[in-house]
C-alpha cells in the first residue's frame, strides 16, 4: 500500500471526526477538517487536492462564521452573558463522563439553566433564556455541521478524481 492510500485513509478518519466534532463539542470539529484536508493537499500534490482545499477551506469557514452568528446574536439580543455559556460547557463535559449519550446535553441544560437561575434570580426568566441559548446553540451547531459535510463531501470528491486519474 503506498503512502497516498494511507494517507487518504487517516485524513478520512480525521475529517469524519471532524464533522462529528460540530456536534459533539468534546472533540475537534472544522478545524479539524481543514487541516486534514491541507494535509491530503500537501500529499498528492496535484492541483485537484489544492482545487478541494480551497473550496472545503471555504465551507469550513463558512460553517464557524454562521455558527458563530446564529449564536452569537441571539445571546447579545437575550444579553445572556458568556459564562452561562461556559458553566453549560462544564456541566456538559462533566454530564459526558457522568451520563453515557445523554449526559454533554443534559450537563449543557443544566449549568447553562444554573447560571441564568443565578443571575436572574427567577425561575421563568431563567427558563426562558436558557430555551433561548440551547435553540441557538443548536442551531449554530447544525449550520456547522451542515458546511462541515459539504467540506467533508468535497474532499471525498477530489479524493475520487485523484485516485481515478492516478
Known sequence: MDAQIIWTIICAVAILVGVTG?????LPGSLLIGVSVLVWA????????WVSFG????????????????????MKARAIPGRS??????????GFFV?????????FAAGLFLSEFQRQKAFKP????????????????????????LA??????????YFLNR
Open 55 to 74: 473550496i472545503a477551506v471555504a465551507f469550513v469557514g463558512a460553517g464557524m462564521l454562521s455558527s458563530a452568528v446564529l449564536t452569537g446574536r441571539t
Open 99 to 107: 451520563i453515557p449519550v445523554v449526559g454533554l446535553l443534559l450537563g
Open 42 to 49: 500537501l500529499v498528492v500534490g496535484q492541483p485537484v487536492g
Open 85 to 94: 455559556v461556559v458553566a453549560g460547557l462544564v456541566l456538559g463535559v462533566v
Open 22 to 26: 460540530t456536534i459533539v463539542p468534546v
Open 126 to 149: 431563567a427558563i426562558s433564556s436558557s430555551l433561548a441559548a440551547l435553540k441557538a446553540t443548536g442551531l449554530g451547531m447544525l449550520a456547522e455541521f451542515g458546511f462541515a459535510s
Open 152 to 161: 467533508a463531501g468535497t474532499w471525498a470528491t477530489g479524493a475520487v478524481l
